[in-house]
């Protein structure tokens, strides 16, 4: 792989991680119902949230029904409004990319954002002051196309296509391997971070349950503390 002249960051479990389960129980507590019913139909619309620029809005509706709650009276729209701060409260910033992004900032590197998400991430990275190391914010449900799709990648080369990066020296740094291989069907190159199990020392983990059937052609760091801005 040459060197890099831009990354596309993944954001979810690559810059910082939520503990979505906390979230759900707290959303569950606060309109009533039981967690774990609260917790499967919100998975139910994980999907469609991620692909649609009012997905959080539009589900929280459904999923109350789902639990037999009547989202009326204003209660879908304060569960609404109690994510971003829950969110927050449950989010863990990974301070070795972190310092990556300052280290691609300071090098003048161009940098981009480009994650699965719902509507709800972007004020979290501002919030966290994480959308100004990057030049680019490429959010699945803004853009209602999301990884490995084609479309997203492609989006995020054509902004940095003004600023002059060709595919084949922009890399994806991403924990999931297929939207890794994603990437590289898109023409770029990838790196794939697996964080190791508490006490390894710190490089890949070959005996990661994660890694089982991992891409051979995809180079996987435990740290971004080993990439090159």
Same mark, same amino acid.
């Given at each position: 792989?040459?060197?890099?002249?831009?990354? #596309?960051? %993944?954001?979810? &479990?690559?810059? #910082?991680?939520? !503990?979505?389960?906390?979230?759900?129980?707290?959303?569950?507590?606060?309109?009533?119902?039981?967690?774990?019913?609260?917790?499967?139909?919100?998975?139910?619309?994980?999907?469609?949230?991620?692909?649609?620029?009012?997905?959080?809005?539009?589900?929280?509706?459904?999923?109350?029904?789902?639990?037999?709650? &009547?989202?009326?009276?204003?209660?879908?729209?304060?569960?609404?409004?109690?994510?971003?701060?829950?969110?927050?409260?449950?989010?863990?910033?990974?301070?070795?990319?972190? %310092?990556?992004?300052?280290?691609?900032?300071?090098? *003048?590197?161009?940098?981009?954002?480009?994650?699965?998400?719902?509507?709800?991430?972007?004020?979290?990275?501002? !919030?966290?002051?994480?959308?100004?190391?990057?030049?680019?914010?490429?959010?699945?449900?803004?853009?209602?196309?999301?990884?490995?799709?084609?479309?997203?990648?492609?989006?995020?080369?054509?902004? #940095?296509?003004?600023? !002059?990066?060709?595919?084949?020296?922009?890399?994806?740094?991403?924990?999931?391997?297929?939207?890794?291989?994603?990437?590289?069907?898109?023409?770029?190159?990838?790196?794939?971070?697996?964080?190791?199990?508490?006490?390894? &020392?710190?490089?890949?983990?070959?005996?990661?349950? #994660?890694?089982? *059937?991992?891409?051979?052609?995809?180079?996987?760091?435990?740290?971004?503390?080993?990439?090159?801005?």
């Amino acid at each position: 792989m040459e060197h890099p002249r831009a990354w #596309l960051v %993944d954001v979810y &479990d690559t810059v #910082l991680s939520v !503990d979505f389960g906390a979230v759900v129980r707290e959303g569950a507590r606060r309109v009533g119902v039981d967690p774990l019913r609260f917790m499967a139909a919100s998975r139910a619309e994980d999907g469609g949230a991620m692909v649609s620029p009012t997905g959080m809005a539009d589900a929280v509706p459904r999923i109350l029904r789902r639990c037999g709650v &009547d989202p009326a009276d204003g209660l879908a729209e304060s569960l609404l409004a109690a994510y971003p701060a829950l969110m927050r409260e449950h989010c863990t910033m990974h301070k070795d990319a972190v %310092d990556f992004l300052h280290r691609l900032r300071a090098a *003048g590197t161009p940098t981009a954002f480009v994650s699965n998400c719902a509507e709800d991430t972007r004020p979290l990275l501002a !919030d966290l002051g994480l959308d100004r190391l990057v030049d680019v914010l490429v959010l699945s449900c803004e853009l209602r196309a999301a990884k490995p799709a084609p479309a997203i990648y492609a989006h995020a080369l054509a902004a #940095l296509a003004a600023l !002059d990066v060709p595919a084949e020296r922009a890399v994806m740094l991403d924990d999931q391997a297929r939207y890794c291989q994603g990437a590289v069907e898109a023409g770029l190159s990838a790196v794939r971070i697996v964080r190791p199990a508490a006490g390894h &020392d710190g490089s890949p983990d070959p005996a990661h349950p #994660l890694l089982v *059937g991992h891409p051979a052609h995809i180079p996987v760091v435990a740290t971004c503390a080993s990439l090159e801005p």
